[in-house]
T-cell receptor, first 114, second 112 residues
Framework: ETGVTQSPTHLIKTRGQQVTLRCSSQ?????VSWYQQALGQGPQFIFQ???????GRGNFPPRFSGLQFPNYSSELNVNALELDDSALYLC?????????????FGPGTRLLVL | GDSVTQMEGPVTLSEEAFLTINCTYT??????LFWYVQYPGEGLQLLLK?????DKGSNKGFEATYRKETTSFHLEKGSVQVSDSAVYFC???????????FGTGTLLAVQP
């Protein structure tokens, strides 16, 4: 069974640029959630995708957007990068069944905005 | 809104000491409760979970019991090892998206 993978592992961008982060869900999972973890903080929910549709969103501006593909992999796009976007971005996958699913996390992508 | 409060760290212990990390939550209904662990430079690993009141989650010597009357999910381990040094996050999930709401994390440092 393949776990959750994310790419790239590290990324450096400058303010105003755009970035795309990628996530491959665990085999058999159909739901992907994205989280932002600032240094020294707990992860914050960005949004979730289920069957290629956004299925809930946290308190993040529209410049954070995403996609889910038919194979359940997902992308997180961030436009007009700001310094405060520097963080670890975590992807988690789960299998939507009972409403009490466990989310399994990937290793994260560490983004630095200069 | 829903929230999780966990004890601030760092918690520094000697090897083989007893560990408790306190976690309390605020939520309507019946959330699921989790402990995740994050080793330096890595993502989050699920440590244990409980989905209903009085459930006890356990894994690798760690335990936590879902206490609805005190809205708590304290993490315990009888004898910590140096390899347990990490940041521990308490979290809850509830609702249609089952999104996770995390505490701020507790850094555990175990000294030989």
């Amino acid at each position: 069974e393949t776990g959750v993978t994310q790419s790239p592992t590290h990324l450096i961008k400058t303010r105003g640029q755009q970035v795309t982060l990628r996530c491959s869900s665990q085999s058999g999972h159909n739901t992907v959630s994205w989280y932002q973890q600032a240094l020294g903080q707990g992860p914050q929910f960005i949004f979730q995708y289920y069957r290629e549709e956004e299925n809930g969103r946290g308190n993040f501006p529209p410049r954070f957007s995403g996609l889910q593909f038919p194979n359940y992999s997902s992308e997180l796009n961030v436009n007009a990068l700001e310094l405060d976007d520097s963080a670890l971005y975590l992807c988690a996958s789960s299998l939507a069944e009972s409403g009490r699913e466990t989310q399994y996390f990937g290793p994260g992508t560490r983004l630095l905005v200069l | 809104g829903d929230s999780v409060t966990q004890m601030e760290g760092p918690v520094t212990l000697s090897e083989e000491a007893f560990l408790t990390i306190n976690c309390t939550y605020t939520a309507t209904g019946y959330p699921s409760l989790f402990w995740y662990v994050q080793y330096p430079g890595e993502g989050l690993q699920l440590l244990l979970k409980a989905t209903k009141a009085d459930d006890k989650g356990s894994n690798k010597g760690f335990e936590a019991t879902y206490r609805k009357e005190t809205t708590s999910f304290h993490l315990e381990k009888g004898s910590v090892q140096v390899s347990d040094s990490a940041v521990y996050f308490c979290a809850l999930s509830r609702g249609a998206t089952n999104k996770l709401i995390f505490g701020t994390g507790t850094l555990l440092a175990v000294q030989p």
